[in-house]
């Protein structure tokens, strides 16, 4: 059974870390490509690179340092992202577009309507509903002075407490 499970986590690893590296070097190849017009994945690339520095290049612009630290940050990042969806939970990942959407939709519907109103639904609210409730009140304060001894000990359990909290 403990094989059964180390092997499911590894499977579960090697998807996750497939999927996350696949999005990871496009949207990074994306970035530094529209930015700075840099394929890292290009040897050609990485010898302009070698060719700056050897003819005494500088770093002057911000635009560069941040480059630099993109470089520097590509595989600590990836790294850490793995580990994270590593650890998120997939369902959820994979349910949430449908979830979002669904919300989308429930939204432009209750977005028309502020408020219900009771008349719309077929409710009046009227003298009955407050004479139920006068009625109510009456019966509970007419329950409660027949029983003079559970008032008398709700009377002293309050004033234990206030008592205490002095």
Not at 89 to 114: E, H, T, V
């Amino acid at each position: 059974m403990k094989f059964l499970k180390n092997l499911l986590r590894f499977i579960k690893w090697i998807t996750v870390g497939a999927l996350w590296s696949y999005l990871y070097l496009y949207g990074t190849l994306l970035l530094f490509k529209s930015v700075w017009g840099f394929n890292y994945l290009s040897r050609s690339n990485w010898r302009v690179i070698s060719d700056f520095w050897e003819q005494g290049g500088k770093i002057r612009t911000g635009s560069d340092y941040l480059f630099i630290l993109c470089l520097i940050l590509l595989i600590p990042i990836w790294i850490w992202g793995w580990k994270k969806l590593y650890k998120a939970n997939l369902f959820a990942l994979i349910i949430a577009p449908i979830l979002w959407y669904q919300k989308r939709k429930a939204d432009k519907y209750i977005k028309g309507m502020s408020r219900i109103k009771i008349h719309n639904i077929g409710i009046s609210v009227g003298e009955e509903i407050k004479q139920d409730f006068e009625n109510k009140l009456k019966q509970q304060k007419e329950e409660i002075e027949r029983s003079p001894k559970a008032v008398a000990g709700i009377r002293s359990d309050l004033s234990n407490k206030l008592r205490e909290k002095k």
